[in-house]
């Protein structure tokens, strides 16, 4: 059998990620993937933003085992449990307490991110009575049919098989470039009783495009969104899923906006250890559910309570967390500004926030050919944006500057292989 | 603080089982769970059927804990994983292999059963490119949007916010009664140009309807059902989600009965120790995505890998566990009998198959009174059904024969209790 | 140029009618139809029901040609118009104040029978707050979104081009035989809160389903239908667009059946001439629409408003034509059972109702080929029903005697033509 | 009974041009509208652009008295008649091949705009094979779901009932002003596959928007519309239902902008007497309809046939009407300019195109206040817009120069009438 026959065999053709990485991998410890047969990667994917805190993390796997062997509940439905108990007052009062969200209330839809993004949309519309939503250009939230109809990536919605209905599409902060406003633009349709655009319930929106190509909204752009949507009477939904749980440098990525959505999605490396967990996170007065209105199975995942818990003591207790963030953010994002002068000032440039950033590429093949260079060289890493051409860094927030320096002399060498190849092609 | 303050402050009102069950949990082994204060209950809810192998398996918590301490990869999208691979090859091997099923594929959708059923229904319409699809009065699949159009629930339907279309409901098995033929019916609708029944892309069929009361399909209904989608060439797509993973006496809940569903889809018990894992299995030629094409963060929950792994290997590599089952649904199907003739015999009747079994109660009140009772003495049991009628035993398939006799002598008090009051009103 | 030509250059192929009929008409009076050429065939089709008054009928024509001659106001949108206020007088003094619905209002909806349908569905969603409605299997509404998703024909349907949703299709009365009662089915499933039934706004039937092939309600099972929208507190919609205006024997087809429905469509031969006219008659509490909510151009067809008075005056005043078409309609029935007897008592039945009458052919090719032969011989008459296996007579209710004797005769002889050709092909 | 009873009572209340002309009109010729009372008012609405030819134009009105005195055909279905021959034959030589459209074909849909706007939209879906489409803020197509989902006006689409579903809304030409282009924005989204924006089977449009308040395009913006639909391969659809049939002074309202719609949809003042008419013309190659897909009862309006015939032959013959046409709209144009310059040069301007034109107010309190005025001083008037606020002129293009005159007078008082009041109020 070669190595990959029983995937080739037993697995449906679906399978993505792997095809870029053809290996199989079996440890993995903070920013380092292990292949079977030993082979090392610097991990620049991160479980595409879902281990934040690397793999493994020694304190959080400590506090899992323990719990294991203590028989502690694994599988809990929605009922109480101690280790619920203990996220729910660790994130009061480590994360929404110091925010001024104390008032906010969490749900424990079921544990992905698109499932969080279904009840965030359900409770929005409940909520107005209104069904229509906005969501924007290049916008991810999810394929299951709710989360996929704010979604914007073709691929994606093409498989939906049914209509994709009840949303209004807006161009995202920038769009149509620095001098199209575009909130102006949404509030004279959403003024308009002849637009065509049905009042709204909700604006679904993410601070920073991860899957659509690390586009971002400035600050101005959201206090402006969150106006618009005080005036229109709409619920500004922020899904926080890939950007949040410190990616962009704090622990929500507006939260040195000076905005306070209504209702939060958190998914991704909330459990910190890569388990499978989501919240909706609301405005005390929006939590109109009845008992049990949207349910699902995994809602009580006491693992992912357990880990979760334990990372937000463990990081986000004090600002030393994040202001190491935000020295590595700044440390990755020159590391690509060098790259991008070296290798083409008029062709690539930076994108992103945080450590949320990538480096656009004139096309998806170049990003690819790029992405696949590294990974010949040792470096996990993979492409977002509306045509793959974003070369995303997406590493653990615990990376040591040593991996960073290492993982961007690869990416140095990558970019410098596959474009010196193409100016020799173009030359011949 | 109260016991139960921190949720009652911090989580939002939709929570819904901890309702019927006011306590803490802390820890469970088996058929047993544990409150905070040590006070322990038999568990005849198992997670609404997640926890067919009891809570922490030493089996399966033994090699998860060894998973952990080698740091095996966690989270890993869709990238190859050793412990993939091993769960891809146990399945095949152990599970489809044996039962003619060895040309089927599995996809890792999201995992939850919602997001699995998502999945089943996006492939059915893009591989027949139809977009109408056939459930079930009654039929339970999930809250997302694409799952909830073909759920019946009401309740949950109500929450939805928006259309749920493409979608003809048909009456399952027996609904009118034995003497009517819903096949027939549904054959006749189908075979009509005018009925109003656009061509369906597929049949969404539940066995053994869990959620909606312990209904129940016979082979005979079975058989025909699969008939009638070759006739009008829609695919049968069975959920066993529920019914799966042995519940019924066998790993499939149709595998006596002489059929081949074209697609199925598992979750809840699959990964045998309650943590989120989903699969939606496939025949061959019906895999027709492109690479990508559905996706999600927690396709490649390791952990769950390595939990369903062991399970299949301890639990199905012979015939040893089914025959228990068999065995135990038997003894508790008889202690049912023997509650409905000491306690209703003209009111109540003991529903379902294997161990998926439940007393129906003239109404939802009732019911519900006697679960609380049964809580009340040790007893965590709750209802299912289009009125919430029915008292639905799902204990973990490994309970003891003793824990079982101690359930049903709690659950017979409460019956005599809730009734003997009942009785009691009337007369006064 | 040949006879057609100019047709197949410039009109599109989705012309039909002409297919079967292939000859230019020029003048028509009463029950005949002449062609350029001069040959004059009887008119068993009616403009599909439109013409219960026949072609041209003297004493409408004179009133048209007199508010022609006075400049009488031809179009009006909805302005008040001395036209407009006779024809208001009059049909409610002649029709509804007879017939206990006095407290009934008239809305002009747009000109055609689909757009009363799309009016009073948007007028049941309104007042009811829901947005399912229940249609029946076989039922013809009309071909614009709102109608063509209450139809049940499946040539229609598919050219839809975006999904027909908010319908749940129901069997209509018989479908499934005498012995399964439909009411009580759908009883249940609208009582089962987790039928997947969502509660529907309203009913929408034809008393005698005209496209669908005849198929008639009895007044049991109308009185029932009644009462379960009572139950479920759902409006009755009766659409009586094509069964109405005394096609059945009297002017409503319902009128005789003691019920009432909520909202009423009337269309095709309620102006007498056949004119485009149409109007929903609701009952007064259900006017709760907003001024101008729905609109359109031609609501305001005064020579209609003319027409349709003067019919109303002179065939509904008294008793006497509805006499007159119960008498016909026996003398049609007759002579329909003859045909069957003497061709084909094993394979033919007559269907339908008053003067709204069919002979049911094995198959749709038969069906096809009878009219054709009858068409030959100088009698025009078309199929109906989800197989277009039924040939329908929709003669005009002014037809005489000896022209439905010598239609008649046509059409035995068509029988026994195609009949018998059958038979020596299947000899041969 | 006061003059309006007979409507208050059995009139629904959603009749609405009648409140603001409380009068009951009787007779009608040419520009002048006479009451039962014998008052005459001059029409600046006709039909709002239904009665392009005037009221009761004496060689229309002659050739249908002398079709009924011949008994021709009124009702016809789509069979072949004598009267339809003549309208294709007179349609194609008068108007379509002169305008190089001789490759087009016809379309009988029902009667009305909207049907013709349904039939376009499934058509455009069927040949395409996809189900977006793109349609304009403040366009109006209709109000049956099909044409509603396309239409903006919030009060129309607020009793929709259900989901208006597969539109994708788009600016307008100047939507957000001349500097922005919305051809550009449009191109942006669609080209980018993560936009949202499914790829759209076609875009509707008006060239003057009428009920949208005259809002025109530039043939520079058309032709780039026309150029945008070639490059992302949807067809273009001109709704020229309003701005058609001479309105803007030539018979289609882009034919001289050098654009080829794929379809385009005509109905209003087609009939050139008001009866009820309307079609879709559609390139050639895309009359890929079957038979029969899209029906109704009164394709085949047989006396609408006679006078949009004869109205072809003699208004469209030669260009001497055109001619008149664009002469009389720059007198409008000229007086309202006068208007605006004498009472509010800065709060009021000039808007549309041809004899399609109106003055733009502050507000809609105030339009109405002015229409309101000059009602009463014997001009019928209306407001269109978002906001009401346009005071539309919307006359006969027969109408004589006294006539325009005269009604110019009556609209100058009531200007200054109206804001002379509000002046005087804000003073006081």
């Known amino acids: 059998m070669n190595t990959f026959e029983q995937f080739e065999k037993n697995e449906s053709d679906i399978r993505s990620y792997c095809r870029s990485f053809p290996v199989v991998f079996k440890q993995a410890r903070g920013a380092e993937l292990v292949t079977r047969e030993g082979k090392s990667y610097i991990d620049f994917l991160a479980g595409a933003g879902t281990l934040n805190y690397g793999h493994n993390n020694p304190i959080l796997k400590k506090a899992l085992i323990q719990y294991l062997e203590d028989d502690g509940i694994t599988h809990g439905l929605d009922m109480y449990s101690d280790a619920k108990e203990r996220f729910l007052e660790t994130f009061n009062r480590v994360i929404l307490e110091p925010r001024g969200l104390g008032a906010y209330k969490?749900?424990?839809?079921?544990?992905?991110?698109?499932?969080?993004?279904?009840?965030?949309?359900?409770?929005?519309?409940?909520?107005?009575?209104?069904?229509?939503?906005?969501?924007?250009?290049?916008?991810?939230?999810?394929?299951?049919?709710?989360?996929?109809?704010?979604?914007?990536?073709?691929?994606?919605?093409?498989?939906?098989?049914v209509p994709l209905s009840e949303v209004s599409r807006m161009p995202y902060a920038n769009y149509f470039g620095d001098k199209v406003n575009t909130i102006a633009m949404m509030d004279k349709m959403l003024s308009d009783p002849s637009s065509g655009i049905d009042k709204p319930a909700a604006v679904i929106v993410e601070v920073v495009q991860g899957e659509?190509?690390?586009?971002?909204?400035?600050?101005?752009?959201?206090?402006?969104?969150?106006?618009?949507?005080?005036?229109?009477?709409?619920?500004?939904?922020?899904d926080d899923i890939q950007a949040g749980c410190g990616r962009t440098g704090t622990f929500f990525s507006f939260e040195e906006m000076g905005i306070k959505p209504d209702i939060i999605t958190l998914s991704k490396s909330l459990s910190g250890f890569g388990l499978p967990f989501a919240i909706v996170v609301m405005r005390n007065e929006l939590d109109q559910w009845e008992p049990g209105e949207h349910n699902g199975t995994?809602?009580?995942?006491?693992?992912?309570?357990?880990?979760?818990?334990?990372?937000?003591?463990?990081f986000w207790a004090d600002d030393t967390f994040a202001k190491s963030v935000q020295a590595k953010g700044k440390r990755i994002a020159d590391g690509m500004q060098k790259i991008v002068r070296k290798h083409g000032p008029d062709s690539l440039y930076v994108k992103g926030r945080g450590?949320?950033?990538?480096?656009?590429?004139?096309?998806?093949?170049?990003?690819?050919?790029?992405?696949?260079?590294?990974?010949?060289?040792?470096?996990?890493?993979?492409?977002?944006?509306?045509?793959?051409?974003?070369?995303?860094?997406?590493?653990?927030?615990?990376?040591?500057?040593e991996q960073i320096d290492k993982a961007l002399t690869i990416l140095d060498a990558a970019f410098a292989k596959v474009l010196g190849d193409q100016v020799a092609n173009q030359a011949s």
């Open 212 to 238: 659509g190509g690390l586009n971002t909204a400035s600050a101005d752009w959201m206090r402006k969104l969150e106006k618009l949507c005080r005036k229109h009477e709409m619920l500004l939904i922020v």
């Open 355 to 401: 450590m949320m950033l990538g480096i656009n590429c004139p096309d998806g093949d170049t990003a690819a050919a790029i992405c696949k260079e590294a990974f010949a060289n040792g470096l996990v890493i993979e492409t977002s944006g509306n045509h793959s051409q974003v070369v995303k860094c997406l590493c653990p927030l615990t990376i040591t500057e």
């Open 106 to 161: 969490v749900q424990f839809s079921g544990p992905t991110g698109a499932n969080s993004v279904e009840a965030a949309l359900k409770l929005a519309r409940k909520v107005t009575g209104r069904s229509n939503v906005i969501s924007f250009t290049n916008g991810f939230h999810g394929c299951t049919i709710g989360a996929l109809s704010v979604t914007g990536n073709g691929h994606h919605r093409g498989a939906a098989g």
């Open 298 to 314: 995994f809602r009580g995942n006491n693992h992912a309570f357990v880990t979760a818990a334990a990372a937000l003591e463990n």
